[in-house]
């Protein structure tokens, strides 16, 4: 009978600063041992919205490597994977503790990190080059989520993507966005036309701190997310494009996330140059949960 073998790893809840809210991850510190179809198995029995795979970067550039699995597919990017796993890093000495940047190596590329050494557990990561996508007409976003299309705002529902590509629809107000829901069969028709590959639905209101958010992801085996770091760069842009950005503070501001699943978290969003030529960076903090261990 052959002996199993362990595998340590770690819970942490991305985006925010009490357990049990934010965005689960597991984070596998050590898996260089592990191939793509164990870390997908691995994946689905763990069942959070992310698991990550940490191995050894071929770049020199970067830390590490991070393979990002939700519980159907691997990911090319996501944000609070990459924010926590980051952390996890750090914590557990796989990045010298005087480094407060650096570079992890993703499907996309390598990834800047940088750690807010006044807040530690708060970290930061530059969006990907963004890709515009086509828009579709309000009346056809409007029945996708069930919402009569006068609750929509009036920017174009539009897809976006910087290593994650999203459908993006404005909402005039909060109680909007509450009562949005994914229907999956006009999902799929949206998708045949417009985009064949994986995407997300984000969907918003502009608030005076920012955007009040919830983003569905079936394509990936998320119904929904409840912190989605590699939307919310995209979503930066697409309120400075329609100009829903706070009239205060506009270069930086956070959107509420995961609040109607009872995991709410809040995304930072730091705005560089005009309309963010020079880059868009998500922050976020990051709270331990659990130490486990894997036995295959």
């Known amino acids: 009978m052959n002996e199993k073998k362990s595998y340590r790893y770690q819970v942490v809840d991305v985006f925010s600063q009490v357990p049990l809210a934010g965005n689960p991850l597991a984070v596998f510190s050590h898996a260089a041992d592990l191939d793509s179809p164990m870390m997908q198995r691995i994946a689905r029995e763990l069942s959070v919205p992310e698991t990550v795979f940490v191995v050894p970067s071929q770049r020199p550039d970067c830390v590490a490597r991070l393979r990002i699995f939700t519980p159907q597919k691997e990911l090319d990017f996501a944000g609070s994977p990459t924010i926590g796993t980051a952390f996890v890093m750090m914590q557990r000495g796989l990045v010298h503790v005087d480094t407060d940047s650096f570079a992890v190596e993703e499907n996309v590329g390598a990834i800047p990190i940088a750690a807010d050494r006044k807040e530690p557990s708060m970290l930061w990561l530059r ?147 005009e309309n963010g030529r020079d880059g868009v960076d998500i922050g976020g903090f990051v709270t331990k949960v659990i130490d486990g261990e894997l036995r295959i």
């Open 127 to 273: 969006t990907p080059l963004l890709n515009d996508g086509p828009t579709i007409a309000k009346s056809e976003a409007a029945a996708l989520i069930a919402l009569d299309p006068d609750k929509l705002a009036d920017a174009a529902p539009q897809i976006l993507s910087a290593g994650n590509p999203t459908l993006f629809i404005a909402l005039k107000s909060i109680a909007a966005v509450d009562e949005a829901s994914l229907d999956s069969t006009k999902w799929a028709a949206i998708r045949n036309r417009y985009h064949p590959d994986p995407m997300c639905a984000f969907v918003f209101a502009p608030t005076s701190e920012g955007a009040y958010s919830r983003m569905f992801a079936p394509d990936y085996g998320i119904a929904e997310d409840p912190g989605t770091g590699s939307s919310t760069g995209p979503l930066a842009f697409y309120m400075m494009r329609h100009r829903m950005t706070p009239a205060k503070g506009g270069s930086r501001f956070v959107s509420a996330q995961g609040v109607l699943m009872g995991r709410r978290s809040i995304l930072h969003v730091r705005v560089h140059g």
